[in-house]
């Protein structure tokens, strides 16, 4: 149980355009939806925290303008990278849980390669 | 916010030996502490948490071991195999007051099992 999938598992596009990237829990409801970064080598950064139906929370430092969440159902969140740029080159890790639980559990990523 | 300091940043053992890696957290509000294996290129696996409650926990050869006056967390693996190579990472995260909130990684410890 527990599964969490990502889609695309790998994206290359050209600067200046968008992605989206979806999030999709598969086998149980998560009422919490966490985006994270992670560079070549480096440990994973949390960008933000979404909840079904309201607004993310941004951490400091990430642009809310730029990475746009959506978490309109209990199964899915998006997170779109908009005009890319070739530093937004990174691994784009979701995580999700339900309820009162503090176990996340991880998707398989997304490889951004932004020409 | 919460910073999770971890060391070594790579350990590397002989195979049968132990291995210990330690982290430290600042924010001692913080009462959820996960650790994840993550291979190259694969999303993190959680192998063991532990809550503020607790002081000690243990599955087969992994142990993590919780110091809350001292700030402080270790992961033990006993009896170590060539196929617990990877990276590893400690985490932190609060959730006072159900708010949602993601988890502050350490930086991670490159683990070699040396055959």
């Known amino acids: 149980g527990a599964v969490v999938s990502q889609h695309p598992s790998w994206v290359i596009c050209k600067s200046g355009t968008s992605v989206k990237i979806e999030c999709r829990s598969l086998?149980?409801?998560?009422?919490?939806m966490f985006w994270y970064r992670q560079f070549p080598k480096q440990s994973l950064m949390l960008m933000a925290t979404?909840?079904?139906?309201?607004?993310?929370?941004?951490e400091q430092g990430v642009e809310k303008d730029k990475f746009l969440i959506n978490h309109a159902s209990l199964t899915l969140s998006t997170l779109t990278v908009t005009s890319a740029h070739p530093e937004d080159s990174s691994f784009y890790i979701c995580?999700?849980?339900?309820?009162?639980?503090?176990?996340?559990?991880f998707g398989p990523g997304t490889r951004l390669l932004v020409l | 916010g919460e910073n999770v300091e971890q060391h070594p940043s790579t350990l590397s053992v002989q195979e049968g030996d132990s291995a210990v890696i330690k982290c430290t957290y600042s924010?001692?509000?913080?009462?959820?502490f996960p650790w994840y294996k993550q291979e190259l290129g694969k999303r993190p696996q959680l192998i063991i948490d532990?809550?503020?409650?607790?002081g000690e926990k243990k599955d087969q050869r992994i142990a993590v071991t919780l110091n809350k006056t001292a700030k402080h967390f270790s992961l033990h693996i006993t009896e170590t195999q060539p196929e617990d190579s990877a990276v590893y990472f400690c985490?932190?995260?609060?959730?006072?007051?159900?708010?949602?909130?993601?988890?502050?990684f350490g930086k991670g410890t490159h683990l070699i099992i040396q055959p």
């Open positions: 985490a932190a995260s609060s959730r006072s007051g159900g708010g949602a909130d993601g988890l502050t």
């Open positions: 086998d149980f409801q998560a009422t919490t």
């Open positions: 995580s999700a849980r339900w309820g009162g639980e503090e176990t996340q559990y």
């Open positions: 532990i809550r503020s409650n607790v």
């Open positions: 924010d001692s509000a913080s009462n959820y």
């Open positions: 979404s909840n079904e139906g309201s607004k993310a929370t941004y």
